[in-house]
């Protein structure tokens, strides 16, 4: 069994930045993708940004050039620095890691983030 600790949620104002960390850890025998992903208070969960194992990132339109996804390896660990926050990006912020072939990949508890303007 695999389990993602996420950490770096809280409360900011507009324009500032947090960081998030997601921690994998347990009986792991491959590390495929690793992504963070969102959901704000009535809607679906969305795609905030994945990374593969070679370093190739893909970001949703709505935070390309403030965020940043980045890993590593060694501590099968993602992180997401958030930069010039907005209200918008209000939500509880979820990790997936794709490990030892699960197709759907493994879900992390998720954590609040919050945006005053």
């Known amino acids: 069994q695999v389990q993602l600790v996420e950490s770096g949620g809280g409360l900011v104002q507009a324009g500032g930045s947090l960081k998030l960390s997601c921690a994998a850890s347990?009986?792991?025998?491959?590390?495929?993708?690793m992504g963070w992903y969102r959901q704000a208070p009535g809607k679906q969960r969305e795609l905030v940004a994945t990374?593969?194992?070679?370093?190739?990132?893909v970001y949703a339109d709505s935070v390309k050039g403030r965020f940043t996804i980045s890993r590593t390896n060694a501590k099968a660990t993602v992180y997401l620095q958030m930069n010039s926050l907005k209200p918008e990006d209000t939500a509880i912020y979820y990790c997936?890691?794709?490990?030892?072939?699960?197709?759907?990949?493994?879900w992390g508890q998720g954590t609040q983030v919050t945006v005053s303007s």
């Open positions: 990374i593969t194992s070679g370093g190739t990132t």
């Open positions: 347990g009986r792991i025998f491959s590390i495929g993708a």
């Open positions: 997936n890691v794709k490990a030892n072939g699960l197709v759907s990949g493994y």
